[in-house]
């Protein structure tokens, strides 16, 4: 049996609730899910009909790989220039920059390995 319920209670449920991200409208969502299926398909048919030569195609895909990323923080998570998603922005921003870094330099310490190993 639990204890009896405070006014106080319902309140502080409610502050942390309203303290989180903003949720979006439908339209907002469907609107970032017919962007994020275009980027997804036009790659997908160029791969498929080989209308451009694989290194073209490969690039337009990276290029649309990156605005489908930026239309699913945006859309999806909600994450703009305004001051209440500052620390988000930081913290992905500080988060890719140290991925970033582990991959570049993972990928240098195994070609430096591989070029020393060969000798």
């Known amino acids: ?15 942390l609730h309203d303290a989180g991200a903003s949720h979006g409208s ?15 398909v036009i790659p997908f048919a160029l791969a498929m009909t080989g209308f451009f030569p694989a290194g073209v195609t490969a690039v337009v895909a990276a ?20 001051a209440t998603q500052r620390w988000n922005v930081l913290v992905f921003v500080f988060t890719v920059l140290v991925i970033g870094i582990v991959i570049v330099g993972s990928l240098w310490v195994m070609h430096n390995m591989n070029a020393n190993m060969m000798q």
């Open 26 to 40: 439908v339209k907002s969502y469907l609107v970032g899910f017919f962007w994020a299926v275009l980027l997804t």
């Open 63 to 82: 290029v649309l790989a990156a605005v489908q990323i930026v239309v699913h923080l945006v859309y999806f998570l909600h994450m703009d220039r305004s």
């Open 1 to 15: 049996m639990s204890g009896p319920v405070h006014p106080s209670d319902d309140h502080a449920h409610g502050a």
